[in-house]
């Protein structure tokens, strides 16, 4: 990903402009990187590929996280990992609306960004 010299980077999926930052290597279920996907992208793709959420999800739609309950789960997901991003940092309309973008292919070790 190109760096400009603002020091934004865009997001691999839905190319929004995010800062890069140096990641909690400890930090799950995702963390910061210097390159990859904003952090409503990285969340789209743990909620997408964690099971059982993402066979929740495929069942009755994404819109359900825009319930302030489950939010509140996934907040308690990313604090008992650590997460270096925190829950107010993530818009859920843009991960509702966004749900069905394509994931890009990353490559292993660098993943996700900060915003
Ligand atoms: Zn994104």
Do not use: H, Y
Request: hydrophobic residues 35%.
């Amino acid at each position: 990903m190109m760096v400009n010299p603002t020091g934004f980077a865009r997001c691999q999926r839905c190319r929004q402009l995010c800062r890069p930052r140096k990641g909690n290597p400890n930090s799950r279920p995702f963390r910061k990187a210097a390159e990859g996907l904003c952090v409503n992208c990285a969340v789209t793709e743990f909620l997408k590929t964690t099971e059982p959420i993402s066979g929740l999800l495929s069942g009755i739609g994404p819109e359900v996280l825009l319930r302030f309950d489950l939010q509140r789960q996934v907040g308690n997901i990313m604090s008992a990992g650590n997460c270096d991003a925190s829950l107010s940092e993530i818009s859920w309309q843009t991960v509702v609306d966004q749900w069905d973008l394509p994931m890009p292919k990353l490559r292993r070790g660098i993943t996700r960004k900060g915003v």
